[in-house]
């Protein structure tokens, strides 16, 4: 073999991979890299499915941002997982005439600030008659009259709607306490809460007749409504005149109509005010009847014997 660098022949029987003479290496070496997975087979490219929607399931999914427990089986040794109690009416009662106060008490307080508003713009108007108006002033005006002319009309649509769930669960269960059937239908009731002129009468005739019944009169008899439910039916009535008054006046647009319109929206949020709190006082008077809640008193009633009078102690 002949060395490449130096061209000088190696000896014979020489078969080291070196140069004898020179050192030089006598077979080329080349380096290879090779991938780890080059003496595996290549699998194929999977090919990408169309879009088949969403996933679907033969049961319900159970998730949560808590260790996820198996249900237990009507078979195993925990037995299944117990039912959700359903409320008892005088408990769901309580409930609504709770959440009921609250949405009426804000309501009250919502539309007192709208007919302060009120108030304010009439006061402004009569003032623009012989000079200038400040514009922050009436920027305020603006603002308050328009913030709470909104809100008010939201809370007292929420404080309607738990009524009506209010008025029904009492309506029920007073027929179940009494033995009676009501006189209106479900449907009669809540198209007499909505078209007039029924909404003038029915709704006040329902909670006369709860009454009635919670009060364990004769069903034969005519009801006679309490001063919550007259104060109530009053408020109610004169409420929904005003605002279908207020309604067909926003229609004039001359400039004592704009004036006499500022009045009325005035007068509209009194009244609103005054059925708010007269909703509190009714729901509170007939979820007494219906669902007492026994209170301590500061006072034992003995019982003595027969001949002798009860005693306070």
């Not at 879009?51 to 427990?69: C, M």
């Not at 009439?122 to 913030?147: E, H, I, K, Q």
């Amino acid at each position: 073999m002949t060395c490449p660098r130096c061209g000088r022949e190696q000896p014979p029987g020489d078969s080291g991979r070196f140069c004898v003479h020179c050192g030089r290496v006598l077979s080329g070496v080349r380096w290879v890299a090779t991938t780890p997975d080059a003496w595996r087979p290549r699998e194929p490219a999977a090919t990408r499915r169309p879009y088949a929607g969403p996933p679907r399931y033969r049961e319900i999914p159970r998730w949560s941002l808590w260790p996820w427990a198996a249900r237990p089986e009507p078979g195993a040794p925990d037995g299944p997982l117990p039912a959700r109690a359903v409320p008892e009416p005088r408990d769901a009662l309580r409930a609504h005439a709770e959440l009921l106060r609250r949405l009426a008490v804000t309501t009250a307080l919502l539309a007192g600030i709208a007919a302060a508003g009120e108030v304010f713009r009439y006061v402004l108007l009569v003032l623009s008659r012989d000079r200038a108006l400040s514009g922050v002033a009436l920027g305020w005006s603006d603002a308050v009259v328009t913030l709470f002319g909104l809100l008010a009309p939201v809370a007292a649509l929420a404080t309607g709607v738990v009524f009506l769930r209010w008025l029904f669960t009492a309506r029920d269960l007073a027929a179940r306490e009494s033995g009676t059937r009501p006189g209106r239908s479900t449907r009669i009731v809540l198209l007499g809460c909505f078209l007039p002129p029924f909404t003038l009468t029915v709704p006040g005739a329902t909670l006369a007749e709860i009454e009635h019944a919670a009060s364990g009169l004769d069903p034969g008899t005519r009801p006679t409504p309490s001063r919550p439910v007259l104060l109530w039916w009053a408020s109610w009535a004169v409420g929904v005149v005003l605002g279908l008054v207020t309604v067909v006046h926003g229609f004039w647009t001359s400039m004592q109509a704009l004036a006499d319109g500022v009045v009325l929206h005035a007068l509209v949020d009194v009244v609103a005010v005054v059925a708010a709190w007269a909703t509190v006082r009714v729901s509170a008077h007939l979820t007494e009847l219906l669902a007492p809640v026994l209170r301590p008193s500061g006072r034992t009633w003995v019982v003595r014997p027969a001949g002798t009078e009860p005693s306070a102690v």
